[in-house]
């Protein structure tokens, strides 16, 4: 199935009045990972990333997500029955990314809710396996016709994990590749900046045992520059000083000049809201100054909370979504320093419960089975909370209090 939508094409995008992708000021991007697969979806993947093991159906032991998808608004073909079920016994469900009707819906969410674009998660330590690069392939052509449909924008962004010693050149082969069957420097919704198509590199300068030189990294920069691309660097939250998650190395910082965007990973770097907006003060605020310094795009990292219970046994809620407050509290930190954009980490990542998009209320109970409650609130509650924080970065909106109202918790 995924095979014969995977022809080149190279499409004119159609981007919506008002909707502009030259640059990155006044938007807010969302890291989209399309990872998922189901048994029976015709990409040979199994379950995965659902399932700990994609060879098996997800169930008490081997689920590996903490929030639950809403599939309510996706077709039929889909959406596959799980072997779990819900408290009034009905079967459970879950969706595939290699279907364009998914990717679809999910931009008109971004649409709906004015987020402007995504970042789409490429693992280079993936494309050695034909079936997994056929099915990112696939979701890339899928997000292409979407962001165009739709009006917003995507870049491509590798993130380096899993990568070996000697393996990082990988990148900028596979991205002549991608230019070659996509045309993306053509493509009028791929997201630029200062005027070249923007492609992000993440895991750059991280002090947590990386196999991969910086030299590599700095390598890579070089070569995609001159062949004309901008380039958006995913680095520590400390990489300016080379202490707690960064190397100590010069060599990072010397990396850092070359970009033309740098976005420090915040993630698991704060827990609260007041945690949230004192690292913005710690360290945003050098970051936003530094950048400027250099004529370089800060892109701070926002995200609703954390939990990874099912994929790594922490806690269930480790960092607490507290209704959407912790989020906005990001928002209020990277106003507050000068940011004018932010990425959200993530738009669909239930995995580490980073997620935004719509997810059920209704889950799979029994056998131990915990995931996150929705809170009660709707749905589209924190697509709403990042779509209005664009607007407090874009001074559209200077008011700092918290904009939804909560259900009371008794």
């Avoid at 895991?203 to 958006?232: H, N, P, Q, T």
């Avoid at 998650?245 to 740098?262: N, Q, T």
């Avoid at 710690?282 to 970051?287: F, I, L, N, S």
Wanted: aromatic share 10%; proline share 5%.
């Amino acid at each position: 199935m995924i095979g014969a939508l995977l022809a080149p094409l190279v499409l004119a995008a159609t981007v919506s009045a008002g909707s502009s992708t030259a640059s990155l000021d006044g938007r807010v991007m969302v890291g989209y990972q399309g990872w998922f697969a189901c048994e029976g979806d015709g990409s040979a993947l199994g379950w995965r990333h659902w399932s700990v093991n994609p060879r098996q159906s997800p169930s008490a032991k081997n689920i590996q997500f903490d929030l639950w998808p809403d599939v309510s608004e996706f077709p039929a073909t889909s959406r596959y029955v799980t072997g779990l079920k819900l408290a009034d016994g009905r079967p459970s469900e879950l969706y595939t990314s290699a279907n364009a009707a998914v990717v679809d819906r999910h931009f008109e969410w971004m649409r709906e809710h004015g987020i402007d674009g995504v970042f789409l998660q490429r693992y280079p330590c993936e494309l050695t396996e034909p079936a997994l690069r056929q099915q990112r392939d696939a979701v890339l052509g899928f997000v292409r016709a979407s962001a165009s449909r739709t009006g917003r924008s995507f870049a491509v962004m590798y993130d380096l994990t899993g990568l070996k010693a000697g393996e990082v050149g990988r990148v900028g082969d596979d991205w002549l590749a991608l230019q070659a069957k996509f045309g993306l420097d053509r493509d009028g919704a791929y997201q630029r900046e200062a005027g070249r198509p923007l492609v992000a590199i993440w895991g750059v300068g991280f002090a947590d045992g990386r196999a991969y030189a910086l030299s590599e990294c700095r390598d890579l920069v070089v070569r995609l520059k001159s062949e004309g691309c901008a380039i958006m660097l995913g680095v520590p939250s400390w990489w300016r000083e080379g202490k707690r998650d960064a190397l100590a190395d010069p060599m990072l910082r010397e990396i850092a000049m070359l970009a033309d965007v740098i976005s420090p990973w915040s993630v698991g770097r704060y827990r609260t809201p007041d945690g949230a907006v004192a690292h913005a003060e710690t360290a945003w605020r050098g970051d936003v100054a530094w950048c400027r310094e250099h004529s370089i795009r800060l892109l701070p990292v926002v995200f609703p909370g954390f939990s990874w219970h099912n994929l790594h046994g922490g806690p269930l809620d480790e960092i607490p979504r507290l209704g959407g407050k912790f989020l906005w509290s990001q928002f209020v930190g990277a106003r507050r320093v000068g940011a004018t954009s932010a990425y959200v980490a993530m738009f669909d990542e239930v995995n580490e419960g980073t997620a935004i998009f719509k997810c059920a209320a209704e889950v799979p109970t029994g056998n131990g089975l915990q995931f996150l409650s929705r809170e009660k609130v709707p749905s589209d509650h924190y697509l709403r909370v990042t779509g209005l924080g664009g607007k407090l970065l874009r001074g559209e909106n200077a008011d700092e209090s918290f904009p939804l109202a909560l259900p009371l918790v008794r």
